[in-house]
């Protein structure tokens, strides 16, 4: 079955630039999407098929996907980005295909 | 609008039966996939299954298969999770969703489900 992995954790200063990964076999072949879930709440849609933002998503978060990497980076970092992030990809085989989920700190 | 409406929390026996659901509207409940999603206490999200109320076709994850009972009831515009025999491992917040082709666009607010003697 494929799988997606992410990075457990990552860590950013205020105002600066996160990268949060998700690798897969020719993941570049695949559209990924990506969801941000803060404590308590449902995950929400932050990214679709590599780099589209649905409304109301601020501009400060985009995607890439290119050979057995897809990218989220979250520009200008704010507190308010803290949350878990999962990047996700459907498969032929077993539908939908989620990452481990990476914990986004803002310092 | 579209929304996903889940049943509240349940809290259950180990052995006990038990069926959540999530009602659909703001848009035509046949014409779109339901799939369900299991988060344990502290981690990630896993993918359980997923039925298409038009025509109830139904599609489960290794990993749930014979675990668990997807269905739909599209008079009520309503699908089902179902579990006819409980285990502590099944304690989760359980959220269904709708995708638009590979995208879960929609989700709903989810179901916590606590399985305790």
């Known amino acids: 079955s494929y799988e997606l992995t992410q990075p457990l954790s990552v860590s950013v200063a205020l105002g600066q630039t996160a990268r949060i990964t998700c690798g897969g076999n020719n993941i570049g072949s695949k559209n990924v999407h990506w969801y941000q879930q803060k404590p308590g709440q449902a995950p929400v849609l932050v990214i679709y098929?590599?780099?589209n933002r649905p409304s109301g998503i601020p501009e400060r978060f985009s995607g890439s996907n290119s050979g057995n990497t897809a990218t989220l980076t979250i520009s200008r970092a704010q507190a308010g980005d803290e949350a878990d992030y999962y990047c996700q990809v459907w498969d032929s085989s077993t539908d939908v295909v989620f990452g481990g989920g990476t914990k986004l700190t803002v310092l | 609008e579209v929304q996903l409406v889940q049943s509240g929390a349940e809290v259950k026996k180990p052995g006990e039966s038990l069926k959540i659901s999530c009602k659909g509207s703001g848009y035509s409940f046949t014409s779109y996939w339901i799939g369900w999603v299991r988060q344990m206490p502290g981690k990630g999200l896993e993918w359980m299954g997923i039925?298409?109320?038009?025509?109830?076709?139904?599609r489960y994850s290794p990993s749930f298969q014979g675990q668990v009972t997807i269905s739909a009831d599209k008079s009520i515009s309503t699908a089902y999770l179902q579990w006819s025999s409980l285990k502590a491992s099944d304690t989760a917040m359980y959220y269904c969703?709708?995708?638009?082709?590979?995208?879960?666009?929609?989700w709903g607010q989810g179901t916590l489900v606590t399985v305790s003697s």
């Open positions: 969703v709708r995708p638009s082709v590979t995208t879960l666009d929609y």
């Open positions: 039925i298409y109320p038009g025509d109830s076709d139904t």
């Open positions: 098929r590599d780099s």
